[in-house]
Every structure is written in C-alpha cells, then in structure tokens.
C-alpha cells in the first residue's frame, strides 16, 4: 500500500499503539477547545525554535534549506494557527436550528472525534504532510499513529520526540515505522485514514477503509495545468511557470506539472522559461535552488518521459537528463516545447523537474485539454484580464485554480484544499477540515418554556390519527411552504 518498503511495524506493533492511542484519546477529547489548540501552539512555536529541524527536513528530503523553512516549518506554523483559533472553535461548536413544523423543538448537533485517526505520509514532504496533517485530527479531539514514507522517518520521529519535550499527552501522537503490512495494519485498526501518496496506493488505502466502511481522506497526486493567455503579463508567469514547476524538484502535488499557453505568445514565454531556467542552482541542501530527486525510479521515469516526448516531436529547449557531474540523483531541470496533447509528460504525473509546454489555438482548447485529464487537484490561468480569467477558472475541472500565481493556494490554510476525479477524496484546511474527522450527533429536544404545548402537540400527533388534526395539518402546510 505504500510506496516502498521499510523496516518495523509489524501488525502487533500497530495494534499495541492503537490500543495506548485508543486509551489515551478520550482523556485528550476531554480536554476544552482552547487547552487543545494551546498544546498544539506550544508545539508548533518549539518546531520553529527547534534549529536543526529545517536542516534535518533538508538532509533527509533532499531539498533546499529556504524550502525546509518557507515551505515546511511555515506551513506547520500557520495551519496550527489558523485552525487552533476563533475559525477552528467555531466549525466545531454547538450548533441549533428550529424547525417550522415543530417549533417547539430545537436541535443541538455536537461533533464527536472519531477515535484513533491513522496519517500515512508520504516522503516529498517529510513535515508538511506528515505531522502537518495530524494538526486537523488532533485538534478536533482524536488519537493519531503517523506512519512516515520509509525514505524520510527522521523527521516525524523528531516531532515525536518534540511531542514529549512539550509535555503533551503519552500515546495521543505517536509514530509507527513501517511500509505495506504497517499501512495495512492501521486501515485495519484505525478508526479512520488520511493518506497522501500514489494514486495506486491510495486506491489500496480505499478500498480497504471501504470494507471497514470507515472514512477516507486521500490526495493522490495531480496533473495541474498553467493556462497562459495572450494578454498575460509573460515575465511573471514565466518566472512563476520555473519555481512553479521545480520547486521541491518538481516532486510538489499541486506543481505546474503543464503549461498550456496560447499560440501567438509561446514563443516569447519559451525564450523567458528558458532564461529563467538556466539560472538556477543545482546542489545538495543549503543555498541552491533545487535538489535532488529522491527516488532512482523517478530519474528513470523522468528519461522515459522525455524520450517519449521527442519521439513525438517536442523540443527539449533546456535539460533533458540526469546530471552525472552531481552527488546524487539529479535531473536537470528540462523544459520541453511543442509537446503534443497525446505525450505522456502531457497526460501522467510527471513527479520530477520536467515542464512540458503545449501551444494551444484558443483559452477553449487548453480549457478542453485540461479537463481531458483524470486528474483534478490544481491549476492556474494567467491573464491581465481578472474577469476573463476568473471566468475560465470556473471551467475547469479541478479542487482549485490560482489566478496569475502558482502554489500558494496551499497556504490558504482557511480554504478547503482537495482533489476531484482520480486525485483523492476529501480534503485538507479550512475550518470545515476538522469537522471531517468527527462524527456529527444531533440531540432533539423542547425549547425551554414550551413544555406544555410540546406535551399537547405529541397528544395530537401521535395514535390515535385523527382526520380534524390531519385538516389542520394540510392547512398548515399550505400555509408554510405556499
């Protein structure tokens, strides 16, 4: 079910740290709001003071030290944030709604954590979709086993240790190591499933969650299109189109895994992507650009891609293959122009630092070919005209669209943020997020005061039925919803 395989957690592991997480949860739901999200918050501040974590995230993903920080650690600041706050309280708190046949009732709808929540992570983001998707889970009052990709665990086993350093609750958040039998172990035991990763993998995770009929959250990957009209301005999107498409080596989910760019300007926005691309920084941690590529397998598909592709007649205007002169799995960061719609760096998930470029006639056909795709996770339309791209943004069949910008629709962390189509179910942030990992419960009661005709209306709406209370009723009806 995971990516690859890894050492520990066999199935008795797992079902010894669901069942301390099982014991320690109803303690932690317990606790009030306000208790929950300061814990947390005293989290996140000790991973932002804590100087070796952005180094370790950059050791062990191989990504530059600005996006360890400005990615990963920001992120995890600023989701602790948002839904430990006023917006977090609020999705959760006790709602009531009248209703006009019985106005003597009121409900109250409470939501309730549902118990032990499994994180499978994947190995791209060793903190932002690891520990940074059990922020949701946790604060709406559950227990979680995060189960770290086997490539990157140092990361989440810091946390762990962090977890303790803060004081905060034994068995509430723990680790478990491990690769398929550990996943399969945690669908298996769990109360309920978030997973980021293949959607190969993902369907596995489903599919499983679904004989249990327990809930499922999954982001699988994405084929985001970059829509470039005419009248865009072409400097900054070709700016945004380089960092939008190597940024984490282009190993991002919501990344500018295409660019669809109309006809009459491709040719400059070519030259500018060009330009920009051969500035960048190649190397290992520290003060680069982009680093490696963290699996063989991924360089190995990235050279298919791109032999695919000139077979069918695109351009390979800047890279093209896998930098030997470089400690590591590198893969120069290639621009591809003239792809045609049929490529398979077009269609499938890249994954890698390719971007492949698409002349298209008009907005309806990169329109069409977006929508062609069995993905739907990101994308954007660029445009000087804020109408005409808002208008084609609403076309397009995918969880969410960036208008003249790349990527930061992921630190919109009070907007819903998930894929349709092939690209997952549910979704991660916004204060709706945390309702997803509680199970609503609806208590009907009398409105105080309304004791005696509640005791009255039950008298004449229950046995016997009587054709005068059934005249009454009709013309209250009639009344209500004329």
Not at 114 to 129: D, K, R, S
Not at 211 to 216: A, G, M, N, V
Not at 232 to 239: G, I
Request: net charge positive; aromatic share 6%; proline share 5%.
């Amino acid at each position: 079910m995971t990516d690859a395989k890894g050492e520990g957690g066999t199935t008795a592991d797992v079902n010894d740290a669901v069942a301390r997480a099982r014991a320690a949860q109803p303690s932690w739901a317990s606790l009030p709001w306000r208790e929950r999200g300061r814990l947390m918050r005293r989290l996140a501040a000790r991973a932002r003071a804590d100087e070796g974590l952005a180094q370790l995230i950059s050791s062990e993903a191989g990504k530059p030290l600005f996006e360890a920080v400005g990615f990963e650690i920001a992120y995890l600041c600023e989701v602790t944030r948002f839904l430990s706050g006023s917006a977090g309280r609020g999705a959760l708190a006790e709602t009531r709604r009248a209703s006009l046949i019985f106005p003597h009732k009121r409900a109250r709808v409470t939501w309730q954590p549902h118990g032990v929540v499994a994180v499978i992570g994947p190995w791209n983001f060793p903190l932002l979709n690891n520990f940074g998707d059990a922020v949701a889970p946790l604060l709406a009052g559950n227990s979680v086993l995060l189960k770290p990709s086997p490539h990157t665990p140092r990361t989440s086993r810091r946390l762990q240790n962090l977890w303790h350093e803060c004081g905060l609750p034994d068995g509430v958040f723990q680790v478990v190591e491990g690769g398929a039998e550990t996943s399969n172990a945690l669908v298996d035991a769990c109360d309920m499933v978030f997973f980021t990763g293949s959607l190969a993998a993902g369907g596995q995770v489903a599919a499983r969650a679904g004989e249990r009929l327990i809930p499922c959250v999954a982001e699988l990957g994405g084929k985001s299109a970059m829509i470039v009209l005419a009248d865009a301005d072409l400097r900054t999107a070709a700016h945004a189109a380089v960092w939008g498409a190597f940024a984490g080596a282009g190993q991002v989910c919501i990344r500018v895994e295409r660019a669809l760019v109309e006809e009459p300007v491709a040719e400059e926005f070519v030259r500018r992507v060009v330009e920009e691309t051969a500035k960048l920084r190649l190397g290992n941690g520290g003060d680069v650009d982009v680093g490696p590529v963290m699996l063989q397998e991924q360089v190995e598909r990235c050279e298919r891609l791109v032999a695919d592709a000139v077979a069918r007649g695109a351009r390979v205007v800047a890279g093209g293959e896998r930098r030997q002169d470089l400690s590591g799995l590198f893969f120069s960061p290639t621009v591809l122009d003239g792809v045609p719609p049929e490529a398979k760096v077009a269609c499938e998930e890249t994954f890698g630092p390719i971007l492949p470029i698409v002349r298209v006639a008009d907005a309806e056909n990169a329109i069409r070919l977006t929508n062609a795709s069995h993905l739907g996770l990101s994308g954007s339309v660029w445009s000087r005209d804020q109408t005409r791209a808002l208008a084609v943004a609403r076309r397009l069949e995918t969880g969410s669209v960036c208008l003249n910008d790349v990527l930061v629709n992921y630190f919109f962390v009070s907007a819903p943020l998930g894929g349709i189509k092939n690209s997952g179910l549910g979704f991660r942030h916004g204060a709706e997020s945390l309702r997803q990992f509680c199970t609503p419960r609806t208590i009907v009661e009398d409105r105080p005061l309304f004791g005696a005709v509640a005791g009255w209306l039950r008298g004449q709406l229950g046995f016997p039925y009587r054709s005068s209370v059934l005249k009454i009723l009709r013309r209250l009806l009639k009344v209500i919803y004329r």
